[in-house]
C-alpha cells in the first residue's frame, strides 16, 4: 500500500511493476522525495535531470510527453493569472478605501 499515488493511466502503465524504492535507478516517491533535487522544469516546459535518479524518473514514465509538456505550460500560465488576478483585486481593494476615504474628506469639507 505504500506505493499508492494518484497519476494518469500512461505513466502507470510506463511505471508498470517497476519499484524498487532503495535503488539510485528508481522512479521517485512524489510523497515521500524531494523531486525537485533530482528534476528541473524548464521554461519551455520540459523536464531536466540534475542526478542520475531523475534522468531514470523521467525516462522510466517518460515524463517529456508532448502532452504532458502542453499540460505543464497551461499550469504555469493559470498559476501566472491566478497570481495577477490576486494583485488585481488587492489594487482594487486599495482603491476603494481610497475612494472611500476621498468621500469622507468631501463631506466633512461640505459640513464646513
Known amino acids: 500500500m505504500g506505493n499508492l499515488v494518484y497519476c494518469c493511466h500512461a505513466c502507470n ?3 508498470g511493476n517497476y519499484y524498487q524504492p532503495q535503488a539510485s535507478e528508481r522512479i521517485l516517491h512524489p510523497l515521500r522525495e524531494n523531486v525537485s533535487e533530482h528534476i528541473l522544469e524548464q521554461e519551455d516546459g520540459t523536464l ?3 542526478t542520475p535518479t531523475g534522468a531514470f524518473h523521467i525516462a522510466q514514465l517518460r515524463l517529456n510527453r508532448p502532452a504532458l509538456i502542453a499540460h505543464r ?6 498559476q501566472l493569472t491566478r497570481q495577477e488576478l490576486l494583485a488585481l483585486r488587492q489594487r482594487l481593494a486599495k482603491l476603494r478605501r481610497e475612494e472611500e476615504e476621498v468621500r469622507r ?3 466633512d ?3 464646513t
Open 48 to 50: 531536466y535531470t540534475l
Open 109 to 111: 469639507l461640505g459640513r
Open 105 to 107: 474628506q468631501e463631506e
Open 13 to 15: 502503465e510506463y511505471k
Open 73 to 78: 505550460l497551461v499550469e504555469r500560465q493559470l
